[in-house]
């Protein structure tokens, strides 16, 4: 079984870019596609950097959310600077959130592995604790050694 945590973490709000996924929710090797080429996309049009120049912290957030039936994708950081228009403000609730940590040596692995085990393995054997809903963030912490380390946060409500 996966090691990870249940946190109570205040509310707070990322912003981001948005793009809204198009494959279907069961195809994982879509997705990941769709969510590694905007990465690209935000990265080389200099999005990306000009939101981290504004960030808070020196986290970057993949979020994940559902918004009038339709599956968002943001990368995002927290910031209180005022920011264009054509970004998304996403709120994450005050609550208890399942923390699970884990490395990759990109950024792309890094998600795929800790989405994997947070819907794969924790979330489907979870009897104290269950996801309904909300956004859900990679947050990349960092690179050390050639390695990205972060954490998966999901906002869960106690069964």
């Known amino acids: 079984m996966a090691t990870y945590i ?87 609730p005050k609550g208890q959130y399942l923390v699970i940590q884990g490395e990759g040596k990109t950024a792309d692995e890094l998600s795929s592995s800790l989405t994997g085990i947070a819907f794969g393995q924790v979330l489907p054997t979870a009897d104290k604790f269950a996801y309904v809903g909300g956004p859900n963030a990679i947050v990349e912490m960092g690179r050390r050694d050639g390695v990205v380390n972060g954490e998966m946060w999901i906002p869960v409500v106690p069964k």
């Open 6 to 92: 249940l946190e109570e973490k205040g509310g707070f709000n990322v912003v981001g870019i948005g793009t809204e996924l198009k494959s279907e929710y069961t195809d994982y090797t879509g997705m990941n596609k769709e969510k590694e080429d905007f990465w690209r996309t935000v990265e080389q049009d200099g999005r990306l950097d000009a939101l981290k120049a504004v960030a808070a912290n020196g986290c970057t957030f993949a979020v994940n959310e559902l918004v009038n039936g339709k599956r968002m994708y943001y990368a995002g950081v927290m910031t209180e600077a005022s920011v264009p228009e054509e970004h998304s403000v996403i709120q994450f």
